[in-house]
């Protein structure tokens, strides 16, 4: 089912409630700010990233915490910040400082999509990695940000949560026909969670095609204005789902787009391959990390 061609990536319609909730979302943490900041330059140096993270005693814990995950494949256990350079290299330990600073907003359960406290930052961390998995795969430029968009991906979700929760049957009856779910939140609540993820990127003054990417993670064809970025976002979103080498009603495989394949160049195989590692990526880390 297609809502109609006239929709606008970002509408005028949404109703009031559920954008005075966006209007009040926090703003990014200041540290997950200045880190992205640092990723976006050529030359990060270990002490800028320490002189953030040293302000800051809960985030150097999580980032340790994760560093520390068997999903991230360090051979040996990490003591300090500067061990886990040493291990992970500048870039990739900026990324997971990144992730971990996004936690405090992240890991919250959220009732309307059945998500239990961290299982939303468990998933975005695990579509972010695969992100990268598939850049390194295409030998994609390094200066290329998938990372941000793929771990932001379902920032809406926090605010519509509550949302989908108070119409859960209404939705839940149209998914039940083989609606996708997004669909069905906009045929309910007149928006959905990919929107909704857009305006807070808008509002945290994010790059159009970062706002772009998540606006679209859902919908990449309907996207007039697709790039390689947004299409990641939504390769590795499938990539990550709990059933996305699978239809858990047939055991049929769940294709994804064959123009945004043909768009990155990925052959289906190639796909499957990658899907069945994230799988593996994200066992591991949610065996790893843990939530009260």
Partial sequence: MELSEEMRPIKNDIPDEIMIKV?????????????????????????EIEGILRHDPGLSTNVLRLANSTFFGVPRKVETLKHAVLLLGIKRFAQ??????????????VEGYDLSSGELWLHSIAVS?????????????ETNDFFTPALLHDMGKL?????VKKEFQKIQSITAKG?????????VLGTDHAEIGAL??????FPSDLVNAVRWHHNPE??????TKSDMVYLSNLVCQPHADSDSADGQFITPSSIVLDRLGIKLEQYKVIAEKAHSWMKKLSDTLTFD
Avoid: C, Q, Y
């Avoid at 605010?159 to 949302?163: I, P, Y």
């Avoid at 309907?222 to 790039?227: E, I, V, Y």
């Fill in 159 to 163: 605010v519509l949560g509550e949302f």
């Fill in 129 to 141: 990695t695969t992100a990268e998995a598939f850049a390194r795969h295409k030998k994609f430029a």
């Fill in 222 to 227: 309907r996207n007039k204005n697709s790039t």
């Fill in 23 to 47: 209007s009040s979302f926090p703003s990014m943490p200041g540290a997950g700010i200045k880190l992205r900041a640092l990723l976006a330059e050529e030359d990060v140096s270990m002490d």
């Fill in 179 to 187: 609606v996708p779910l997004d669909i069905a939140e906009n045929m």
């Fill in 200 to 205: 807070i990127l808008g509002r945290w003054s």
């Fill in 96 to 109: 997971i400082s990144v992730s971990a600073s996004m936690s405090k907003t992240m890991d919250k359960a």
